[in-house]
């Protein structure tokens, strides 16, 4: 997938044009995980929108995308962020030390092919610090069928069986605020890296 591509062509259905109501909703039921000062990592950003969220939350947040495209626009859009755009494929990490507190997840584990997802979870458990969080709204229900996509679908089971030979579940929740169109199609998890991983 040429994901640059699609954002020069405009070809971009995932991108609502605003933050996750999920991520709002979560920053209110459960604000102990979005603590301010935190350094948090948005894995496939795109245009930035929960970058922005975050960052007004308090916590001292980047977004990471693989398409510079996408991160000209989120610059250009949100430009009071400042320097918080990072140009790298998420597999590929320049950062390697366990820096982070938290990494948000939206719509980036979908976006991946199946069999990287377990790659994806290298990355994480190599940048977050012990004790550190993987919050994520997964999309569950995407309506395709199995190995179709981008959209990936996957399903409750599939992410607990992928997440805790690695992380503990620290909260689990139905979102009641979803995008129009992604009502009871996404589950909302919160793991964490234990504190001697
Ligand atoms: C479906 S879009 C979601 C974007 C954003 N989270 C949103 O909800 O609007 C998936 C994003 O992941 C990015 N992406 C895909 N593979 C990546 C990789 N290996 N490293 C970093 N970003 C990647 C794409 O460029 C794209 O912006």
Redesign the pocket.
Known sequence: ?D??Q??KDGD?P???GSA?PVLAELLTQAPEYFKPGIKTL??????G??VSLLKNAGLDTYG????ET?LETARQTYPELGDVWIA????ELKEKSPSYDLIWE???Y???LPE?RKDYIASALRILKPGGYFAGVFFINTGKAPNEG??FSTTKQEIIETFSPHFDLARESKPSQSYPGRENREWVSIWRKPLNA
Do not use: E, N
């Open positions: 997938m994901w640059d699609r954002y971009k995932w991108d609502k996750t948005v894995p496939g950003c795109g245009l929108h929960d990471l995308d693989i398409s996408a790298d494929d998420l597999f939206h719509t980036c979908c976006a991946i990287q981008p959209p």
